[in-house]
Nanobody
Framework: VQLVESGGGLVQVGGSLRLSCAAS????????MGWYRQAPGKQRELVAA????????NYADSVKGRFTISKDNAKNTMYLQMNSLKPEDTAVYYC???????????????WGQGTQVTVSS
C-alpha cells in the first residue's frame, strides 16, 4: 500500500484547507484509514479516522465540528476538510492506512510522507 498526501500549505486563522490522500497498491486489503498530525516537540496524534467498509468516522475532540473526513472509493482517495483553522492545528499531517490480517488479527500500518499545514495568526 502506498499513500501520497497533498493539499497542505499556509493559511490564516479561520481559513480552510482540504487534504487529500491517494492510495495505491493492495488497497482492497485496507480496513481503515485516518489522518494523524505531529507538531514540533509533540507526539503524533490521531485527528480523524474512517472505516473503508461502513464509513464509520471518529474524530479527536479538538477538531470535532471543524474537520470532516471522507473517502471516494472510485478514486481511492481520502480527504480531510479542515475549516475554522486555529494556530494549534499547525503540524505535519500524515495519512495512515491499516491492513488487518484476518487470520492472526494483527494490523499493519502504512504511512504517507506527510504534508505541512501552517496556520498563521
Amino acid at each position: 500500500v502506498q499513500l501520497v498526501e497533498s493539499g497542505g500549505g499556509l493559511v490564516q486563522v479561520g481559513g480552510s484547507l482540504r487534504l487529500s490522500c491517494a492510495a495505491s497498491g493492495r488497497i482492497f486489503k485496507i480496513n481503515a484509514m485516518g489522518w494523524y498530525r505531529q507538531a514540533p516537540g509533540k507526539q503524533r496524534e490521531l485527528v480523524a479516522a474512517i472505516t473503508t467498509g461502513g464509513g464509520s468516522t471518529n474524530y479527536a475532540d479538538s477538531v470535532k465540528g471543524r474537520f470532516t473526513i471522507s473517502k471516494d472509493n472510485a478514486k481511492n482517495t481520502m480527504y480531510l476538510q479542515m475549516n475554522s483553522l486555529k494556530p494549534e492545528d499547525t503540524a505535519v499531517y500524515y495519512c495512515n492506512a491499516v491492513v488487518v490480517n484476518v487470520l492472526s488479527g494483527s494490523g499493519t500500518d502504512y504511512w504517507g510522507q506527510g504534508t505541512q499545514v501552517t496556520v498563521s495568526s
